[in-house]
């Protein structure tokens, strides 16, 4: 090992210069007070190398650097721990630069032959100071933005040329992706360089001119001994305190993380930014100078406080470092600490309330953050803004509001909202967070699950336009979103194209615009109507008519019935045939519908004379039409005597069949002979009036001189109990007489002698109507 170092002294020189360095001799009384400078150094250290390690994963643009962020706290392994080592160890360093500058303002360490020392102290700290307020930007989050708008507003305050400052710290007129990319150079580029030569050049003069003597007067350092070395006496008190601080940081960053607000919204004007802890001083003075004294509060009197304290060693020429000669030196320090402890403490005590939820409002919280709640109601800002902002809504009724969650279509019939399925249990936790949010809660941070949203899905009006963007370009919608993505919203509520009768319409926009209904629908949302009903190219020739007769309701979701009259109305159906008027009655009796598919009520009724199908109550006012008429019955009932049978020969009666029917039945037999014949036949008449002892009251005892005439005007009353047979076997020949008896078949008959079968009916002066003179 040490030819090693031997070699590689005689190459570089560093193990000599190591040697020179940790063998420096110093001062009695230096211990323990002078460690500040060293964990300031150790601090840096530490930014640097989680810095590199958070460079590797971190973006740089509004599209990309909140997601990248929420990457590496949430989901990179270790990402959480090295971000939060960097976000704490930011801290510790202002605390340990703080107290690095008040020892060496007690010690009198700035004074003669170490200004410099000092003024490249102070270049440290406002350097420090940038990094802190540069790398405030990069998280992109709602306090990183608003932040950095107001820092920047206070840079534009400056006269004369506030404007040339914020224009080209911003990039532009307002905080968007010109800012970030410039603040992250800024942060990683151009601060790193500048305060590593601040800091090689500190310590440089620190080992040049030495550590300062404590207590001691500018004259007497001549006389100080320096019995001690920087190594191993100061090394391992620094090492001790620097091993003490990285365990503080490590537990701060396990248990604590870093924080990480909702993603940066710039239309959230209502954000109150509020920065960190070593700027709250400076926020907490703005109060007492507001409008246009801001600039007295946020430029004007830091800019002389930070003047003065770089200028002051050389004002200085008390040659006392003991605190008690430098009164004037001791009460200034004093009082500039107070003050800038009085505005910080009561700018923490004047901060909003953290919010403090019980256990049930806190599983209401979760299940809340698991329903996508947030997706549409955001929080002061944070989260969706398709729906009302729920901490200016308030406040909710608990009964009301949880009927909204149970039922949102309930309130709004076309509300997207989908309902709460969730147990009475964790309802009324969901209730309870609702009714605690107040106007100044804010939304809980959620890891980031996927892609963030582009810029257009944080405008206002998002969920109303977002239509418009679908219409011009749907493929933009697929890079992000899957067809069942739209079904979350659309399956409660259409869009607006769907209303009315879009199913009979929408082959049209399905035929010229595919890509618009490939946006929400996959292929197999068509077939699950579609499948089994295929137009294909023998669609109209070979298949429509046996899917039309399998479920004519399915044809009716989307053609009208005039679709099927520009073919049928020329072109009868197959079923059709020649005795389909025979046939169409067991098919409409079945009930399938398919008669519908075609026709329509009014097609039935100017037929059948009656509603068919016959409707409730029919069965009551039937016997009315059969009596009065009784030819529309026959029209359907072609057997007719046993359809009514069916009924009325099982002891069902007709209903005027009264107790008087028998003696009054003969005159209505008379006047509707044909009602009778449809239950009666000629056998139902015989049974009482064949035997003789029983004739109807018609047959009286001048019947078979009057009868002819009744045959003549009522011959179907007759035929009720007589057939021709009856009048044959009387008269002889046929009654009634056939066509074509009065021109010549009556001569076959005979002459009109007594006893002629003519005689029977005329009298012999009938024959004198038309001949001169009796035949011989």
Avoid at 90 to 116: C, D, E, N, S, T
Avoid at 230 to 239: E, G, I
Avoid at 252 to 266: H, M, S
Avoid at 650 to 677: A, I, N, Q, W, Y
Wanted: glycine share 8%; with cysteine; aromatic share 10%.
């Amino acid at each position: 090992m040490r030819k090693l170092l031997s070699w590689i002294d005689e190459q570089t020189g560093l193990v000599s210069a190591i040697h020179h360095f940790m063998l420096e001799p110093l001062p009695e009384r230096v211990g323990w007070p002078h460690i500040f400078g060293s964990l300031v150094m150790f601090f840096f250290t530490v930014q640097v190398a989680t810095g590199i390690m958070l460079m590797v994963y971190y973006s740089p643009s509004p599209d990309h650097a909140y997601e990248t962020v929420q990457y590496i706290t949430y989901k990179l392994p270790f990402g959480g721990l090295v971000r939060g080592l960097h976000h704490w160890a930011a801290g510790g360093m202002m605390v340990a630069l703080g107290l690095h500058l008040i020892q060496v303002f007690l010690w009198g360490a700035y004074k003669r032959p170490r200004q410099i020392i000092w003024v490249i102290g102070i270049g440290l700290m406002l350097t420090t100071l940038g990094f802190s307020f540069t790398g405030y930007l990069l998280p992109w989050d709602q306090k990183a933005y608003w932040a950095t708008v107001v820092g920047t507003n206070i840079a534009g305050a400056v006269p004369f040329i506030g404007e040339l400052i914020r224009e080209v710290l911003r990039g532009g007129s307002t905080v968007g992706a010109i800012t970030l990319t410039r603040f992250f150079a800024i942060h990683v580029g151009i601060l790193p360089p500048i305060i590593s030569v601040l800091i090689v050049f500190h310590v440089l003069q620190v080992r040049k001119k030495g550590i300062t003597p404590p207590w001691r007067r500018v004259s007497d350092e001549g006389d100080v001994r320096h019995p001690q070395f920087f190594w191993p006496h100061q090394v391992l008190k620094d090492a001790v305190a620097a091993l003490f601080v990285l365990a503080v940081v490590f537990v701060l960053a396990i248990k604590f993380g870093a924080p990480i607000e909702p993603l940066a919204n710039p239309a959230d004007t209502a954000y109150v930014p509020r920065p960190e802890w070593y700027f709250l001083w400076m926020f907490e003075m703005l109060k007492y100078f507001p409008g246009e004294l801001e600039f007295v509060g946020a430029v004007l009197l830091p800019g002389i406080a930070v003047a003065l304290l770089t200028i002051y060693p050389y004002l200085d020429r008390n040659p006392e470092r003991r605190i008690g000669k430098r009164r004037y030196a001791i009460g200034l320090c004093v009082v500039t600490f107070l003050g800038v402890s009085y505005l910080g403490v009561h700018a923490v005590l004047s901060a909003p309330k953290e919010e403090k939820l019980t256990a049930v409002e806190q599983q209401g919280q979760k299940l809340f953050m698991d329903l996508r709640c947030h997706s549409c109601h955001g929080i002061n800002g944070g989260g969706g803004n398709a729906g009302p902002d729920l901490a200016q809504s308030g406040p909710f009724d608990e009964k009301q509001l949880e009927a909204l969650l149970r039922d949102p279509a309930q309130f709004r019939p076309r509300s997207i909202m989908p309902p709460a399925d969730v147990s009475k249990r964790e309802m009324h936790a969901l209730v309870s967070y609702l009714t605690a949010i107040k106007p100044t809660s804010r939304l809980p941070i959620e890891p980031q699950a996927g892609p963030r949203k582009p810029p257009s899905h944080f405008e206002e009006l998002w969920y109303i336009n977002h239509k418009f963007e679908v219409r011009k370009d749907p493929s933009q919608c697929q890079k992000c979103h899957e067809p069942e993505f739209c079904q979350t919203c659309h399956s409660k509520r259409r869009p607006d194209s769907h209303l009315n009768d879009w199913l009979k319409a929408h082959f049209g926009t399905a035929r010229e615009k595919p890509e618009y209904c490939r946006v929400c629908h996959e292929e197999s949302f068509c077939t699950s109507c579609h499948e089994n009903f295929l137009h294909t190219s023998d669609w109209l020739k070979a298949r429509h008519a046996a899917a039309a007769l399998k479920d004519p309701d399915m044809c009716g979701n989307c053609h009208q019935e005039v679709l099927c009259e520009t073919c049928h109305r020329g072109a009868k159906p197959a079923m059709h045939t020649a005795d389909w008027n025979v046939r169409h009655a067991g098919v409409a009796r079945a009930g399938t519908g398919q008669c519908w598919m075609c026709h329509k009520q009014e097609s039935c009724d100017a037929c059948h004379g009656v509603r068919v199908p016959h409707g409730a109550g029919w069965m009551s006012e039937h016997g009315k039409i059969a009596i009065e008429q009784p030819g529309k019955c026959a029209r359907c009932h072609t057997s007719g005597k046993r359809d009514c049978r069916n009924c009325h020969r099982g002891g069902l009666k007709p209903s005027f069949h009264t107790v008087s029917f028998m003696r009054d039945h003969s005159g209505r037999g008379g006047d509707h002979p044909t009602l009778c014949s449809l239950c009666h036949g000629r056998d139902s008449c015989n049974r009482c009036h064949r035997t003789g002892t029983v004739k109807p009251a018609s047959h009286n005892q001048t019947w078979l001189k009057t009868h002819g005439g009744m045959a003549r005007t009522s011959q179907k009353t007759c035929t009720l109990c007589h057939d021709k047979k009856d009048c044959i076997a009387c008269h002889g020949v046929e009654l009634p007489h056939p066509a074509g008896w009065a021109m010549g078949g009556h001569r076959n008959v005979g002459s009109f002698a007594s006893g002629s079968k003519c005689y029977k009916c005329h009298e012999r002066a009938y024959c004198f109507q038309c001949h001169e003179e009796p035949h011989s």
